[in-house]
């Protein structure tokens, strides 16, 4: 039997947070919640495990951009998926650093899109 996915998940709207959780454990994830980049950071430094980064753009503290540079330079190849309602005019590239697998998704998240970009970019690294 498989290990379920962690998913470390940095979203600062909280009603956003609670549906996307429960979303993803019923789709088998194991969800360990952030309330901004700064809080996924300090989980990420105390030792908690996770597979994938799921994290909004523009949080307070510590934004979305800042926290995947942090993390992926402990952890090259970390699989990220961006959720944003302002996409950056560029692209993913703008995310991207070359070095894991990246999705960038729009609010509002379909929800299934979600789930499958989480498990997606999981195998690719």
Not at 76 to 81: I, K, Q, T
Request: overall charge negative; hydrophobic content about 50%.
């Amino acid at each position: 039997m498989r290990m379920p996915l962690r998913v470390l998940m940095a979203e600062d709207e909280d009603l956003a947070a609670e549906v996307l959780q429960e979303v993803l454990e019923d789709a088998g994830f194991e969800v360990l919640l952030a309330p901004d980049g700064q809080a996924a950071l300090e989980l990420a430094a105390a030792g908690a495990g996770f597979d994938v980064l799921l994290t909004d753009l523009r949080m307070p503290r510590l934004d979305g951009r800042e926290l995947i540079l942090r993390l992926r330079a402990e952890r090259p190849s970390l699989p990220v998926v961006v959720m944003t309602g302002f996409a950056p005019p560029e692209g993913p590239e703008r995310l991207h650093d070359g070095s894991g697998p990246l999705r960038l998704l729009t609010k509002p998240i379909d929800l299934s899109g979600l789930v499958s970009a989480l498990r997606a970019v999981a195998h690719e690294g």
